[in-house]
C-alpha cells in the first residue's frame, strides 16, 4: 500500500528556469493539495485539486504558479521562470475524501534556486 | 482573522518527563483539527484527528485532546525517538491551516 509520491525529491534549478514537481496520491484518493514550507517557516497552504478541477488555488502566487491533476497520470506543480525566493520544500498530499478527511503527506520536493 | 498557534515553539524534555504541547485555533466554524509530526527532511506524519471539543484520541505515548478554543497533544514518558516537530491545522475554508509547530527534543 504504497504512500503517497512525489518526485524528484531534490531539484536543483538557475533563474529563470521552468520547475516541474510531480505527485502520484494515494491509491484511491482523488483530492490533491500542494503546500510550501520555507525554511524555518511552516506549511503554507498552496492549491488544493480533486480529478480534473481546481478546487481552491487561493494559496498560489498568480503569476508563474501552476498546478494540474489530469484524469491520468500525477498531479503536476508547475513554476516558471523561477527566483531564488521560490527556493522552497514542496509538499504533496491526499486524501479520499475531501477537505475534512485525513490528509497523508507525501516526502517532499526540495527546490533549490541557484 | 483565521489563526493557528503553537506554543511554546521549542521544548527540551528529559526521557520519561511528561508533558503537554499547545495548539490554539480562532478558526470559526472548525471541521476538524489534525496533529502531525514533521522529522528533519521529510513530510508531516499524519498522529490524530479531531472533530469535535471534548473528543479524545490515544495512541501509544501520546493523546490528544480538543476544547472549543484550543487543542494538547500530552506526552507521556517520552523517549529520544519522540524527538521531532509536532504540527497541527486546523480545516478552515478549502484548506488546512498550519501552526508553526512545536520542536520538541528529548534527551536520554
Known amino acids: 500500500n504504497a504512500g503517497v509520491m512525489q518526485n524528484p525529491r531534490h531539484l536543483v534549478r538557475r533563474r529563470g528556469q521552468e520547475a516541474r514537481l510531480r505527485c502520484s496520491p494515494m491509491?484511491?484518493?482523488?483530492?490533491v493539495y500542494w503546500y510550501r514550507q520555507l525554511p524555518e517557516e511552516g506549511l503554507k497552504f498552496m492549491v488544493y485539486?480533486?480529478?480534473?478541477?481546481?478546487?481552491?488555488e487561493s494559496g498560489m502566487p498568480k503569476e508563474r504558479f501552476s498546478a494540474e491533476f489530469p484524469k491520468e497520470g500525477p498531479s503536476i506543480l508547475r513554476i516558471q521562470q523561477v527566483v531564488r525566493g521560490d527556493s522552497a520544500a514542496y509538499f504533496c498530499?491526499?486524501?479520499?475524501?475531501?477537505?475534512?478527511?485525513?490528509?497523508?503527506f507525501g516526502p517532499g520536493t526540495r527546490l533549490t534556486v541557484l | 482573522e483565521d489563526q493557528v498557534t503553537q506554543s511554546p515553539e521549542a521544548l527540551r524534555l528529559q526521557e520519561g518527563e511528561s508533558s503537554s504541547l499547545n495548539c490554539s485555533y480562532t478558526?470559526?466554524?472548525?471541521?476538524?483539527l489534525f496533529w502531525y509530526r514533521q522529522d528533519p527532511g521529510k513530510g508531516p506524519e499524519f498522529l490524530f484527528t479531531?472533530?469535535?471539543a471534548g473528543e479524545e484520541k490515544e495512541k501509544e505515548r501520546l493523546k490528544a485532546t480538543l476544547t472549543k478554543k484550543e487543542s494538547f497533544l500530552h506526552i507521556t514518558a517520552p523517549k529520544p525517538e519522540d524527538s521531532a516537530t509536532y504540527l497541527c491545522?486546523?480545516?478552515?475554508?478549502?484548506?488546512?491551516?498550519f501552526g508553526g509547530g512545536t520542536r520538541l527534543m528529548v534527551k536520554p
Open positions: 491545522a486546523a480545516v478552515r475554508g478549502n484548506m488546512l491551516t
Open positions: 479531531l472533530y469535535s
Open positions: 485539486l480533486q480529478k480534473e478541477n481546481i478546487i481552491d
Open positions: 478558526v470559526s466554524g472548525l471541521r476538524g
Open positions: 491509491k484511491g484518493h482523488s483530492h
Open positions: 498530499a491526499s486524501s479520499r475524501l475531501g477537505l475534512t478527511d485525513t490528509q497523508y
